[in-house]
């Protein structure tokens, strides 16, 4: 199994470094695991097929199946699972969507484990480098471990191929998470990230210590280590930038799913309420097209934003979600109401200026000014700047928003069951949530 993997990941990576580096990389059709785990090429290999993998088969896991199930889109398709999550409830099945959706994440967590295990062993790879590809791995584990307890009560922190898992809670599951982001930030504070790393793993426009930055704030608020996320915002930088990037080997997930298939459409007003959704949003005609067509008694629209090319890049995080984390952990930690109030007009006003075109052009908040008003519009600024995102899914649990099966409007379930392929495999494999 190791050996398949290696050998994709390292048909991926040969690929890529084609056109930028000279690099020996490894043979794919030969790579075994002392080639690709014991040499500086093929970890590098490794290291870029993590990112590339997490990049495609992953958000097409976190951007679509959680998206449904939080109403932001609506399948459409015929498929049994595509009319399961659009259903809901005991409707979901173990399989299909949800097995893609645990195993994309599997995939991703046991190549980082590979490359936490190993690199520190190779000779060749200098310290800057070195940092540069342990903080990665640490990181996409990380984010794989939140995904995982954002979608499941329940997730194995470790993969294993010899010995059956075991799971642990999902506030358990967060903490490893950001523990690993610790272990990030230590890596590369230690040793900055060199242009070897750059250059020849994230690629000009992964900014690899902003985004532990910024997945140490959005992590740690999903945890409610409110403190944690508010310290890590303020350490991001609002006017870096950090993107996958796509080419027509390796072609933007979303382009594929939303515009090729056309197995899913978008909800208007993001999935929310009519009376949560502001008229006149420009965030809307930046996401989706005027709305079209009714379906089953939901109007849609088609996608737009991030999914309309090929080789476009998707955001890693956005400088808005930094400023609306920002608010929101001021508002649980009792902090100053107009200090949260400045940074959520910040992103309610902006007409121009978006690095990703995202701009709400709406007029600043003229609401009551108290704690629950303010959190109130947090989550609904996150649900329009954040859309498509796969943490509106989550933003409902934090904030306490309905709860089916008696009121599906918002979320129509609330966890998913285990996939039926881990359960055959693994005995320790909880029991289903019951929606």
């Not at 471990?145 to 329940?154: D, F, G, K, T, V």
């Not at 609306?324 to 007009?345: F, W």
């Amino acid at each position: 199994m190791k050996l398949k993997k290696y050998s994709i990941v390292l048909l991926i990576a040969a690929s890529l470094l084609g056109s930028s580096c000279k690099l020996n990389v490894v043979n794919p059709n030969a790579a075994s695991d002392q080639q690709v785990l014991t040499t500086s090429s093929g970890i590098i290999a490794l290291s870029i097929g993590i990112r590339q993998t997490y990049s495609t088969t992953g958000l097409t896991n976190l951007m679509v199946s959680p998206d449904v199930t939080a109403r932001e889109i609506k399948g459409v398709a015929t498929f049994t699972n595509v009319i399961a999550l659009e259903l809901g409830g005991s409707n979901v099945t173990p399989d299909g969507n949800v097995l893609s959706y645990w195993s994309s994440m599997q995939t991703v967590m046991s190549m980082c484990e590979s490359v936490i295990n190993s690199a520190p062993r190779i000779q060749g790879l200098d310290a800057g480098t070195l940092s540069g590809i342990m903080g990665q791995a640490y990181l996409f584990k990380a984010m794989c471990l939140a995904e995982l307890a954002m979608a499941y009560p329940q997730a194995d922190l470790n993969t294993s191929t010899t010995t059956p898992v075991t799971f642990a809670p999902r506030d358990q599951v967060f903490a490893r998470a950001t523990g690993l982001l610790d272990s990030a930030v230590a890596a590369v504070t230690a040793n900055a990230p060199s242009t070897t790393f750059q250059t020849s793993v994230a690629g000009p426009d992964f900014d690899l210590v902003n985004t532990i930055y910024a997945m140490e704030a959005r992590i740690n608020l999903m945890a409610g280590n409110n403190q944690a996320a508010l310290d890590n915002a303020n350490k991001v930088n609002l006017s870096a930038t950090s993107k996958f990037d796509y080419s027509s080997l390796t072609p933007n997930p979303l382009y594929t799913t939303y515009t090729i298939t056309k197995s899913y459409f978008p909800r208007i007003h993001f999935g929310l309420p009519d009376s949560l959704y502001y008229p006149g949003d420009k965030r809307i005609a930046f996401y989706m097209t005027t709305p079209t067509q009714i379906i089953n008694g939901d109007t849609i629209g088609t996608m737009a934003g991030f999914c309309t090319s090929q080789t476009g890049s998707i955001p890693v995080y956005m400088p808005d979600e930094i400023r609306l984390i920002q608010a929101e952990a001021i508002l649980r930690l009792g902090g100053n109401l107009n200090q949260a109030l400045t940074l959520i007009n910040a992103v309610r006003t902006q007409t121009s200026g978006d690095p990703f075109g995202v701009n709400a052009g709406l007029p600043a908040y003229s609401g009551t000014v108290d704690y629950p008003s303010l959190l109130e519009e947090v989550y609904k600024q996150r649900c329009a700047e954040l859309y498509l995102s796969g943490l509106k899914w989550e933003d409902t649990r934090r904030f306490n928003r309905p709860v089916p099966p008696g009121n599906n409007s918002e979320r129509n379930r609330i966890y998913y069951p285990y996939p039926t392929q881990e359960r055959i495999n693994n005995p320790n494999t909880p029991t289903d949530p019951s929606i």
